[in-house]
């Protein structure tokens, strides 16, 4: 079955750090760029973040400076180191492929959603 799975939500305090997961299954990772997009409650869906196949990558201008986006082949899983959490960073936080990645802009999603992972920023 072809799927990625978001994992690594959880409730932390202004400040905080957490490392969301997205692991695959039934395809290699590291032969498609992936992205991590973002849904605040009643808000849009928005891309925060993306790495390509040759290590290129994005962040939105609200994440940069605090976000890192890394890839481990042998885990085929694609990490989203978060520092420095706000408030303003609650949400439901999705994996993605993507239609490449580059520094400029965040692309569109290519594959399917995952179920997503919770993360609340809150004292």
């Known amino acids: 079955q072809v799927q990625l799975v978001e994992s690594g939500g959880g409730l932390v305090q202004p400040g905080g750090s957490l490392r969301l997961s997205c692991t695959a299954s039934?395809?290699?990772?590291?032969?498609?760029?992936i992205g991590w997009f973002r849904q605040a409650p009643g808000k849009e869906r928005e891309g925060v973040s993306c790495?390509?196949?040759?290590?290129?990558?994005y962040y939105a201008n609200s994440v940069k400076g605090r976000f890192a986006i890394s890839g481990d082949n042998a885990e085929n899983t694609v990490y989203l180191q978060m520092n420095n959490l706000k408030p303003e960073d609650t949400a439901v936080y999705y994996c993605?492929?993507?239609?490449?990645?580059?520094?400029?802009?965040?692309?569109?999603?290519?594959?399917?959603w995952g179920q997503g992972t919770q993360v609340t920023v809150s004292s």
């Open positions: 993605a492929t993507t239609f490449g990645c580059t520094v400029t802009r965040m692309p569109e999603r290519a594959g399917s």
């Open positions: 039934g395809f290699t990772l590291a032969y498609y760029a």
């Open positions: 790495i390509s196949r040759d290590g290129t990558t």
